[in-house]
């Protein structure tokens, strides 16, 4: 268990590349770059599609050159490393635009390459291929995320608390290049382990090994957390006024997912995976549905849906990517082409979330950081509470049909 830490490290640095990302762009482009919400969420969804190549063949790459792992390791840090100083160093000026997709499809290459290697070495780097393991491989893994995910969330203000310019955003771009290159260079043995690796994916052993259940649902339940994340400082900033809170109780809200990933793996342990799943689904409905009924200013209110919701992100980041692992592994399959599929999934709900919320609210009139009319906060209600209660209530109803088994 020794490299788990290790793993946990390169989790950490992938995950600013994720959410962190879709939280902090937004806002980058519209107030430091003056780019549209509806320009910004096309782009996002234009990059998808590009992913939709791109990944399946990224997966197929790290099936087909085990011995390159550690190449592939060192190729997804570097290209953090250089991306997101490029991308938070941007200015106003010719070509921003096309500057800006070149350097998000660098960023999001890089993230891919790790994400689909970190998740599809899951039995190479976990003691044993038994499913108590891979849970608990999973637990440091997603722990790493969490905690990725809240350094990168609270680091322009804490730039900004330190002297950086502005929003803090050039000198949060160069940080987290420096964090990629120093995880690089500390996780360098858990790629040498000898690569574990199965037989090759076809659509029918997928199938057959109820791994494409887990994909459906995996961006069902992706979708609602794409649209909360991407609205996140909107919400708290534009419609509950609170613009002085909206650092901390992100971190609150990341912090709450970080510190239940350990109880939800306890949980899943003594009741089984799907059980776990379908109590943290509806706490996350809970959350969804007390944010539509706030009114602006309600910080304790919201403070509770942060802590709710929270819980229930942890939940999801563990035991979905788990379960699809454990499919794999009992099936004997290739991991790393059936996680480039995954890794499309995911962030096809985090794209369609920018694409479908970002137009929306742009057409109702609403700008970030400006007095905006009734009908606009309207919308961003609907966008960032409404709209995630329907979907998370499909999501639920769709893991209802997950056989028991496969959580054991």
């Known amino acids: 268990m020794t490299h788990y830490p290790r793993v946990s490290l390169y989790a950490l640095v992938l995950a600013s590349a994720g959410i962190p990302l879709y939280i902090h762009l937004?806002?980058?482009?519209?107030?430091?770059?003056?780019?549209?919400?509806?320009?910004?969420?096309?782009?996002l969804l234009a990059i998808r599609a590009f992913d939709l190549v791109q990944d399946p063949l990224i997966g197929w790459a790290v099936d087909r050159w085990p011995e390159y792992q550690s190449r592939f390791g060192w190729?997804?840090?570097?290209?953090?490393?250089?991306?997101?100083?490029?991308?938070?160093?941007?200015?106003?000026?010719?070509?921003?635009?096309?500057?800006m997709i070149l350097v998000l499809v660098l960023l999001f290459s890089a993230y891919s390459l790790g994400m689909i290697l970190l998740y599809g070495r899951s039995a190479t780097l976990s003691v044993s291929t038994k499913p108590?393991?891979?849970?608990?491989?999973?637990?440091?893994?997603e722990s790493g995320m969490l905690v990725g995910v809240i350094l990168a969330a609270i680091a322009p203000a804490f730039l900004v608390g330190l002297g950086a310019q502005g929003q803090g955003y050039a000198a949060f771009g160069l940080f987290l290049g420096g964090l990629a290159v120093?995880?690089?260079?500390?996780?360098?043995?858990?790629?040498?382990?000898?690569?574990?690796?199965?037989?090759?994916?076809r659509f029918a052993n997928l199938w057959q090994s109820g791994a494409t259940n887990l994909l459906v649902l995996a961006v069902l339940n992706s979708l609602p957390v794409a649209l909360t994340s991407t609205l996140f400082l909107f919400f708290v900033q534009d419609y509950l006024a609170l613009p002085q809170l909206?650092?901390?109780?992100?971190?609150?809200?990341?912090?709450?997912?970080?510190?239940?990933?350990?109880?939800?793996?306890?949980?899943?342990?003594r009741i089984g995976a799907k059980p776990t799943l379908l109590i943290a689904m509806p706490l996350a409905l809970t959350s969804f549905v007390g944010a539509a009924f706030l009114e602006p200013g309600d910080a304790v209110g919201f403070t509770l849906i942060c802590l709710a919701s929270g819980?229930?992100?942890?939940?999801?980041?563990?035991?979905?990517?788990?379960?699809?692992?454990?499919?794999?592994?009992?099936?004997?399959?290739?991991?790393?082409?059936?996680?480039?599929?995954?890794?499309?999934?995911?962030?096809?709900?985090?794209?369609?979330?920018?694409?479908?919320?970002?137009?929306?609210?742009?057409?109702?009139?609403?700008?970030?950081?400006?007095?905006?009319?009734?009908?606009?906060?309207?919308?961003?209600?609907?966008a960032y509470a409404i709209l995630p209660c329907i979907l998370k209530t499909v999501a639920f109803c769709y893991a209802l049909r997950l056989p028991t088994e496969s959580s054991s």
Do not use: C, H
Request: net charge positive; glycine share 10%.
């Open 26 to 43: 937004p806002q980058f482009a519209a107030t430091d770059l003056g780019l549209g919400l509806g320009t910004l969420g096309t782009v």
């Open 75 to 99: 190729a997804a840090a570097l290209g953090l490393a250089v991306g997101f100083p490029l991308l938070f160093g941007l200015q106003q000026g010719p070509y921003l635009l096309a500057k």
């Open 132 to 141: 108590r393991d891979l849970m608990t491989l999973a637990a440091f893994r």
């Open 182 to 201: 120093i995880a690089a260079l500390l996780t360098r043995p858990i790629w040498r382990r000898q690569a574990m690796v199965g037989q090759p994916l």
């Open 246 to 269: 909206a650092g901390p109780l992100l971190v609150l809200f990341f912090l709450s997912a970080g510190l239940s990933v350990p109880l939800w793996t306890l949980l899943s342990r």
């Open 311 to 382: 819980a229930a992100l942890g939940a999801d980041m563990l035991l979905l990517p788990a379960l699809f692992s454990i499919a794999l592994t009992k099936a004997g399959l290739s991991a790393g082409a059936a996680f480039g599929i995954w890794s499309f999934a995911g962030k096809l709900a985090l794209a369609l979330a920018a694409a479908i919320a970002l137009p929306l609210l742009e057409s109702r009139g609403f700008t970030p950081g400006r007095a905006n009319t009734e009908t606009a906060l309207a919308a961003l209600v609907t």
